[in-house]
């Protein structure tokens, strides 16, 4: 019987101190992973940590920049050397608003930097502990807008579409060496991040918008961080042993049911 259990695993989840990530990092707590926190934001970092720790379970927070190889390298070598690196999560990631016209050279680069180096620098990191241990598990977070076109998120499309390719490529080369990796690829979800969208771009329209986003999903309604964070939960589990080189979107039916 499935239990989803995490008991005795390390877990490292970057862009933990909210959204995905926060939901993310206290489910792996709460079903006994040793959760690592790995953020830019100190505060938020330490938030996350001390509501974990609160709750009787184990967490860490740390300050590092994901687009920094030395910096995660160092971070992940000592952590290492503390016990193992069972499971990594790459979660950090910016977002971007412009066609291939409106976007900005130095926007076209900073996503690039986060949300594809950051997954690459990341995945080297941990990838030479977990052959070591003969056992690991990548879950990428890439998104819809990878897979399919969506209105005005050139850039943001083009680095989730780049982690879908890393991920089957991870997934092939690490094979024998029992390495999973597989990616979930959510629809909008309801984050501080959508919250401070609106209010910034729509000010006074604020329920009206949330509405009709919300409406853009089939399902009607968007998806909370709590649902991205089971299945990641299950993906990163010895239950879903037989699952690798994967993605798995979460849409409320956006890619099969838009305009059916």
Not at 18 to 36: E, L, M, Q, R, W
Not at 107 to 130: E, W
Not at 152 to 179: C, E, H, P, Q
Not at 207 to 220: A, N
């Amino acid at each position: 019987m499935a239990n989803f259990s995490l008991k005795g695993k390390t877990a490292l989840i970057t862009g933990g101190g909210s959204g995905i990530g926060k939901a993310i990092a206290t489910t792996f707590a709460i079903h006994g992973a040793n959760v690592h926190v790995f953020e830019r934001d100190t505060q938020a970092a330490a938030e996350t940590v001390g509501e974990i720790q609160a709750l009787g379970h184990t967490a860490t927070a740390h300050t590092v920049d994901v687009t920094r190889f030395d910096q995660v390298n160092t971070l992940v070598q000592t952590i290492a050397s503390e016990g193992s690196v069972d499971i990594l999560v790459n979660n950090a990631g910016v977002a971007h608003i412009g066609t291939a016209e409106s976007t900005e050279e130095a926007d076209f680069d900073r996503l690039f930097q986060v949300n594809v180096k950051g997954v690459f620098h990341c995945t080297k990191a941990c990838i030479p502990s977990m052959k070591k241990q003969g056992k690991g598990v990548i879950l990428n977070m890439a998104s819809i807008a990878g897979s399919i076109g969506i209105n005005d998120r050139f850039a943001y499309s083009m680095t989730k579409g780049a982690v879908l390719a890393m991920t089957y490529s991870i997934a092939k080369d690490f094979l024998a060496d029992n390495i999973r990796c597989n990616s979930i690829s959510p629809a909008r979800v309801h984050t501080p991040f959508v919250d401070g969208f609106i209010s910034k771009n729509y000010p006074g329209q604020e329920k009206e918008m949330f509405e009709k986003l919300s409406k853009t999903q089939p399902i009607g309604r968007m998806g909370t961080p709590e649902e991205i964070a089971s299945l990641a939960l299950y993906l990163s589990s010895d239950d879903a042993g037989f699952i690798t080189g994967t993605d798995y979107p979460i849409d409320g039916g956006f890619i099969k049911l838009n305009g059916k």
